[in-house]
């Protein structure tokens, strides 16, 4: 079953712009990690961020996790087209050996 | 080096038919992960290998499905009398010890598998 939701399901921007993608999740978790994935098939990791961590920054991503509300967020700067993915959110729940829970994604589209 | 791969790339097979799926892991990656992927879903959770032997096979949806790593290297997905609720994505990932919970998962580029 998915851990949680992302939204928006899908985004559509211009070149420049900056992306903002927001994971929910339902319960405890030993970290959160960021993937993205071209045309369905293999995932690329990001990003990874710890339960005590509330920021990170990699290149032009940057990720806030706010364990209050069980949420994420993931910001792209300056997107390219080369960006239009899918990103999907992982959690490692506590307790939960190293299954990865994925969130149902969101699509982005960065246009010319 | 190399990274996690995947063969076939895409299999189409006839419903009741047995298929396998193999994931050759990064070399020295001591646990290797299994995860299905229906369209327009996030990767869901099969089976989870610690060396040769399953740590946690929690996510097979039922005895249809079966994986061995008999070497602690090379995986094989087993799935008997395919269904069409079977089309999915498989992905396999690979991490360096497995333990911790700190450590990134490195995905394959997947088998499309379609059940006509």
């Known amino acids: 079953s998915q851990q949680g939701e992302e939204d928006p399901q899908a985004l559509s921007i211009q070149e420049g712009e900056n992306a903002t993608m927001n994971c929910s999740y339902k319960?405890?978790?030993?970290?959160l990690q960021w993937y993205r994935q071209n045309s369905g098939r293999g995932l690329v990791h990001l990003i990874l961020?710890?339960?005590?961590?509330r920021e990170k920054h990699s290149g032009r991503l940057r990720v806030t996790l706010d364990t209050s509300k069980k949420s994420s967020s993931l910001l792209i700067t300056a997107s390219r087209a080369a960006d239009t993915a899918s990103y999907f959110c992982?959690?490692?729940?506590?307790?939960?050996?190293?299954?990865?829970?994925f969130g149902t994604g969101t699509q982005l589209k960065v246009e010319l | 080096g190399a990274g996690v791969s995947q063969t076939p790339s895409n299999k189409v097979t006839e419903k009741g038919k047995y298929v396998e799926l193999r994931c050759d892991p990064i070399?020295?990656?001591?646990?290797l992960y299994w995860y299905r992927q229906s369209l327009g879903q996030g990767p869901e959770f099969l089976i989870y290998?610690?060396?040769?032997?399953?740590?946690?096979d929690s996510g097979l949806p039922n005895d249809r499905f079966f994986a061995v790593r008999p070497e602690g290297s090379v995986s094989t997905l087993k799935i008997q009398r395919t269904e069409r609720g079977d089309s999915a994505v498989y992905l396999c990932?690979?991490?360096?010890?497995?333990?911790?919970?700190?450590?990134?998962?490195?995905f394959g580029p997947g088998t499309r598998l379609l059940v006509l």
């Open positions: 990932a690979s991490s360096l010890t497995g333990q911790g919970g700190r450590e990134t998962q490195y």
């Open positions: 319960t405890s978790i030993n970290n």
């Open positions: 961020i710890r339960s005590n961590e």
């Open positions: 992982a959690t490692l729940l506590t307790g939960g050996g190293n299954k990865l829970t």
């Open positions: 070399s020295g990656h001591t646990a």
């Open positions: 290998f610690q060396g040769t032997g399953a740590a946690d």
